[in-house]
């Protein structure tokens, strides 16, 4: 190994949202020894100016003293509050010159929250930290991107923790998981993401795949332990937010039901906090699965990336959804009711099962006419059953044209015209009240897997096989 390599020095920019156990990964890369620095939160003062010059002022307790360099609080020591008066690139410039001045290299780790990105340049930060006059000594500087993720529902149910110092009507940038999905963006992707309950669940492991897989930095068994009470690398602001994380010494020791609640205490989730939720799910899930999807690469063709149709109102067109984000309303019969009826009589959804090759639906039309008759039947004893019914509505179904529009258009976005299972699934749709028949008329959802064609069934069902027709000119 060559000395340039030996005295390497790794950058992590470490974001996520709020109460996601970032300080505690701040203590366990603090825990490695002298090759490492570690920065806690150096962008927040530039993100609440950025909020003043925007007239957007957020209120903090220590705001004032953390523009100024100084306070009031004397349990604060003075020069906490003067660190923070040093722009970030600089300070983070001194940390990187203090590892490359050793000969040996190391670690810089830099806790941010996914918040401040609105004062981080991405494409210029790395480039202007290497716009000074020992161009060699900055070439051994590699920066990675880590983004720490939890639940939304997780971040939002331990919210009112920290309530008095943020409120409890967050913003969504505040809340973090949108931001988290703008870093992703920002960087093409070019990220790694490290699910916090992973850390929980296993921290070893989690802690030696992010170091040694993922950053090419040692991992060290002390990154488990930490001392208990502040620490000096803590902002100012630690008195007001750190407060559970400064009773630990560590990473618990992992048991197959850590997950479970250890005091007996379930928090409510505050209404206010709903709409926060809603819209950062979706951000979520994806960054979720972009994380967890990585280990799934061995199915052919890899079939964790598909796409399903799912239509919740015949007569108008249905969505193509990725399948970790795909799913039906728990207010759908079939899930309220089960496959079968209440009365075991009247089934709540039905289903058929195809296979496509070289461009054809083996067996479509015989299907889709076995399926709709199935259809109609339950439909009739639907009408029967609820005729002394005050209020029921007329059920409206997917149409065959809706159907087969449904397939091609899931085979056409998943570009399959072979080796493909083909399911389709009509169910009686959401109930809304205690009626028999749904409101919204039925679902239907199409799913189309990699798998490889029965030869025989081709043989059988080719006289009943349906071409598809060319992807590119189908609308």
């Known amino acids: 190994m060559s000395s340039s390599s030996k005295n390497k020095v790794t950058v992590i920019h470490c974001w996520s949202a709020p109460r996601s156990r970032s300080t505690a990964l701040l203590y366990s890369f603090e825990a490695r020894g002298a090759d490492t620095i570690v920065l806690d939160e150096p962008l927040y003062r530039e993100w609440l100016l950025h909020h003043e010059e925007a007239e957007k002022g957020l209120e903090r307790p220590y705001k004032a003293a953390l523009f100024q360099g100084n306070s009031g609080f004397n349990d604060v020591p003075k020069e906490k509050w003067e660190r923070e008066q040093s722009p970030f690139l600089d300070r983070l410039q001194k940390c990187i010159a203090i590892l490359l001045k050793t000969g040996k290299g190391g670690v810089v780790f830099v806790k941010q929250m996914a918040k401040f990105d609105v004062v981080f340049d991405f494409h210029r930060a790395t480039a202007k930290l290497r716009n000074n006059d020992d161009d060699d000594a900055n070439s051994n500087v590699v920066h990675r991107h880590v983004l720490l993720i939890r639940d939304p529902m997780a971040v939002l149910l331990s919210w009112k923790r920290a309530g008095k110092v943020h409120g409890n009507a ?234 087969i529009e449904g397939i091609v258009r899931t085979l056409s976005a998943n570009g399959m015209r072979e080796d493909t299972d083909l399911h389709i699934i009509l169910t009686r749709g959401e109930q809304h009240a205690n009626t028999v028949l749904p409101q919204s008329g039925t679902t239907l959802i199409v799913l189309a897997v990699w798998k490889q064609t029965n030869q025989e069934s081709i043989l059988n069902d080719d006289e009943d096989a349906w071409s598809l027709p060319d992807f590119q000119d189908y609308h």
């Open 170 to 403: 967050p913003s969504l940038e505040e809340v973090g998981i949108l931001p988290l999905l703008n870093i992703y963006s920002k960087l093409d992707g070019d990220v790694i993401i490290l699910d916090s309950d992973d850390l929980v669940a296993d921290p070893a492991s989690a802690l030696r795949k992010l170091c040694e897989d993922e950053l090419s930095v040692e991992y060290r068994n002390e990154m488990l332990t930490w001392k208990p009470g502040p620490h000096t690398c803590d902002g100012p602001w630690a008195k007001w937010w750190y407060a559970s994380v400064h009773e630990s010494t560590g990473w618990a020791v992992p048991t197959k039901q850590s997950w479970l609640s250890k005091n007996n205490k379930y928090p409510i989730l505050d209404t206010a906090l709903l709409p926060a939720l809603r819209a950062s799910l979706p951000a979520y899930e994806c960054l979720y699965h972009h994380h967890h999807s990585r280990d799934n690469v061995s199915c052919q063709k890899n079939n964790s990336d598909l796409l399903v149709y799912i239509s919740k109102t015949p007569g108008q067109p249905g969505r193509l959804i990725p399948r970790e984000l795909a799913g039906i309303s728990p207010w759908d019969s079939s899930v309220l009711q089960g496959v079968r009826g209440v009365d075991n009589t009247l089934a709540c959804c039905w289903g058929e099962s195809l296979q496509v090759c070289n461009g054809k639906i083996l067996a479509l039309e015989s299907r889709l006419t076995r399926l709709l008759l199935k259809l109609s039947s339950s439909l009739d004893q639907l009408k029967k059953k609820s005729s002394s019914s005050p209020n029921n509505n007329e059920l409206h179904y997917h149409t065959r044209a809706e159907i």
